[in-house]
């Protein structure tokens, strides 16, 4: 397959045009989003929506999130990443499937929706996980494109991507918020250094490869600007895959923790990696499971209610059950 954006293969980086739509697709009054928002998107590569779920929803979800963190044990190993250093939880992977909130939040239409509409194509999951950043001891996260590793580790092909973060906390801007460079979607910069094999395993605490380098982010930075993307519990952010983000470490005793869901457009599965050996395991990025998001009948709220009840009997170091 030729590849259009090549990365990690040169000693000094490249910044290349991008060569796909941000929108896919076609704004009418039945949208789920307004045709303002569908151009700031456009524009900015990010959209943040206030009060998409209501208090009783995040409340469940946060109760759902609390269990998972308290009982890490009950969870595929593999998919919780500690912080280096603290050994706090940061991030749980593969969420959609090892809980029921979690796999009602990621198939709901406000959601979904959205990343359906955006993408002009059916949807599945590529990635899911929570993103815990507790008070004090919550590390970074650096600049970096997602697009840049879904296409270089995972095999991407194009940019036909989306991440939408569900705050389940408070982000402002002194605990670490998502920042981003409005604008910086429409360029893609290579990075260079050749892919470690089995990068992930280091990445996920601390990515050291696939990172932009410092002069090409001053110009970024520069040319864009910076914004953070910050809101009340219940505030969907919506960003492009290949916007330029990244967040500071939290050393405010306010933790923050958001679900983030990849949405892939079906068109656009996985191929072979196009920079490394072998491609990441699946709970990172889904090859095998390409399975169209579709609304399940039970409700956020009685999901959540089915995942404390199964957190709290795989206490004693059990499974907990999967999605609906």
Known sequence: MNDIYPSRRETTPRIIPRDDPVVYG??????????????????????????????????????????????????????????????????????????????????????????????????????????????????????????????????????????????????????????????????????VGATPRDHYRSSLKKQEYGIPDERSLAALASEHGIAAATGAAGTVVIFDCNAMHGSNSNITPFPRANAFIVYNAVSNRLAPPFGAETPRPEFIASRRRVVPVQTPAITLQEAARLSITHAAGTSAGGKTAGTV
């Not at 949208?31 to 995040?58: A, C, H, M, N, W």
């Not at 809980?99 to 959601?111: F, H, I, K, N, Q």
Request: hydrophobic share 40%.
């Open 26 to 191: 076609t704004w009418s009054p039945s949208s789920p989003l307004t045709k303002d928002q569908v151009d700031r998107f456009g524009r900015d590569g990010y959209l943040v929506l206030p009060d998409v779920f209501t208090e009783s929803e995040i409340h469940n979800l946060q109760s759902a999130a609390t269990a998972l963190l308290a009982n890490p044990a009950a969870l595929d190993r593999e998919t919780v990443i500690t912080e280096p250093g603290s050994g706090e939880v940061r991030s749980i992977f593969m969420v959609d499937r090892q809980d029921v909130a979690m796999g009602r939040l990621a198939a709901d239409e406000r959601l979904a929706g959205i990343a359906r509409f955006l993408l002009a194509d059916d949807v599945y999951i590529h990635q899911s996980r929570l993103n815990y950043k507790p008070g004090f001891v919550g590390k970074d996260f650096y600049w970096h494109s997602d697009f840049e590793t879904w296409h270089v580790e995972d095999g991407m092909p194009r940019m036909r991507a989306l991440s939408i973060s569900v705050l389940l906390e408070s982000n402002t801007m002194i605990n670490g918020p998502l920042m981003i460079m409005p604008g910086s979607h429409r360029k893609f910069l290579s990075c």
